[in-house]
C-alpha cells in the first residue's frame, strides 16, 4: 500500500507542475496540436516498449477489447474537457472541481444501484463529508463566476463552460478509472493501458488538426518540442506512475491521495505571471482538503476499527 501510495504521489506533484505550464501554453498554441503532442507520444513510447518487451501483452489487450474502447471514450471525453478548461480558467480551479465531483459521482451512482466500484453501502457519515465537499465546490464556483479567482479576465458564458468542462472531466475519469482496473484484472499491465487509452484522444486530435479544425491557422511545430519534452516528464512518468498505482490500491484511496493536487497547483501558479494568488481560491482548497481528508479518516476507521 505504501509503494502504490508513493506512485501516486509522483502523479500528484507532476501533474501540478503539468497544469500550470500547459495553462500557459494553451494561451499561444493551438490546442488540438499541443494535445496530439502530448498523448501520441506517451502512446508511442509505450507501445514501442510492448513491442519489444512484452508482446504477449497483445493478446490479452484483444481479450479486453469491450474495456479498451470504454476507456478510450472516457480518457477522450476527461482529458479534453479537463485541457480546455484549464485553457479557460486557473488550474488550482479547474484541479479541485475535477477530483472533487469524481467520488460525489460514484457514490450518487452506488445510490441509484449502479454500482461502479463494489458494493454500494454508503454511510450517513460519508454523506455529509460528501455533501460538504460538494458545497466546497458550489463556492468555488461561484468565485469563479463573480471573477475572485485568479483568473479574472474571462467572460461569464467562458468561467460557465470552464466550469461544466472541469467537472465533465471529473465524471468521466472516475468512471474510467475503474474500467482500467477490470484491464487490470484480466491481464493488461500497467504498460499496456497507457500504450492503448489515448488512441482515441489522438485519432480525434490528429483528424481536427489536419483538417485545420484548430482556433489557429497556422501551427508553428517547432514551437511544439518544448511539449514534447514536457509531455515526456510530466505526462509519461507520472502516468505510468498513476497507472501502477490504481493496479496496486482501491480507486477510493487513489482519489483520497489525489486530493492533494489542488493546493500543490496553487503553490506551483506561484510560477505563472498571468495569475494573481486569489484567497477566495485558496480558502475554498483548504475547505475541501480538509474535507477529502477526513473523508478519508473516515473510511479507513469505519473499514479498519483496529
Known amino acids: 500500500m505504501n509503494s502504490a501510495i508513493a506512485l501516486v504521489l509522483v502523479f500528484v506533484f507532476a501533474s501540478a507542475l503539468r497544469d500550470v505550464y500547459l495553462g500557459e501554453i494553451f494561451q499561444r498554441l493551438e490546442f488540438f496540436a ?46 479534453l474537457s479537463y485541457f480546455f478548461a484549464l485553457k479557460l480558467l486557473e488550474p488550482a480551479v479547474v484541479n479541485m472541481l475535477h477530483i472533487g465531483i469524481g467520488p460525489i459521482a460514484l457514490i450518487t451512482l452506488n445510490l441509484a444501484g449502479i454500482h461502479i466500484s463494489g458494493p454500494a453501502v454508503v454511510r450517513k457519515s460519508e454523506l455529509v463529508v460528501q455533501g460538504g465537499i460538494l458545497l466546497s465546490l458550489a463556492a468555488l464556483s461561484t468565485i469563479v463566476l463573480l471573477q475572485l479567482s485568479g483568473l479574472s479576465d474571462r467572460s461569464p458564458s467562458q468561467n460557465l463552460l470552464g466550469i461544466v468542462l472541469a467537472l465533465a472531466s471529473g465524471v468521466f475519469i472516475a468512471l474510467t478509472t475503474d474500467v482500467t482496473k477490470r484491464l487490470n484484472g484480466k491481464g493488461v499491465v500497467a ?109 479507513k476507521f469505519e473499514t479498519h476499527p483496529a
Not at 68 to 79: D, E, S
Not at 272 to 299: E, H, K, M, W
Request: with cysteine; glycine share 8%; net charge positive.
Open 191 to 299: 504498460e499496456g493501458v497507457l500504450a492503448v487509452r489515448f488512441l482515441g484522444i489522438v485519432l480525434v486530435a490528429a483528424l481536427l488538426v489536419g483538417l485545420g479544425g484548430g482556433e489557429k491557422s497556422a501551427i508553428e511545430f517547432e514551437a511544439l518540442w518544448p511539449v514534447a519534452a514536457a509531455s515526456l516528464l510530466f505526462m509519461v512518468v507520472p502516468l505510468y506512475a498513476l497507472q501502477l498505482g490504481v493496479a496496486r490500491t482501491s480507486t477510493i484511496s487513489v482519489w483520497i491521495v489525489i486530493s492533494l493536487t489542488p493546493a500543490c497547483i496553487f503553490a506551483a501558479q506561484l510560477f505563472d505571471g498571468r495569475l494573481t494568488q486569489s484567497p477566495f481560491t485558496l480558502a475554498c482548497i483548504i475547505a475541501y482538503s480538509v474535507l477529502a481528508l477526513g473523508s478519508n479518516l473516515l473510511r
Open 34 to 79: 499541443v494535445v496530439l503532442t502530448a498523448f501520441s507520444l506517451t502512446t508511442v513510447i509505450f507501445m514501442g516498449y510492448l513491442l519489444v518487451r512484452r508482446r504477449r501483452q497483445f493478446t490479452a489487450m484483444r481479450a479486453a477489447w469491450r474495456e479498451i474502447v470504454v476507456t478510450n471514450i472516457g480518457t477522450a471525453m476527461a482529458w
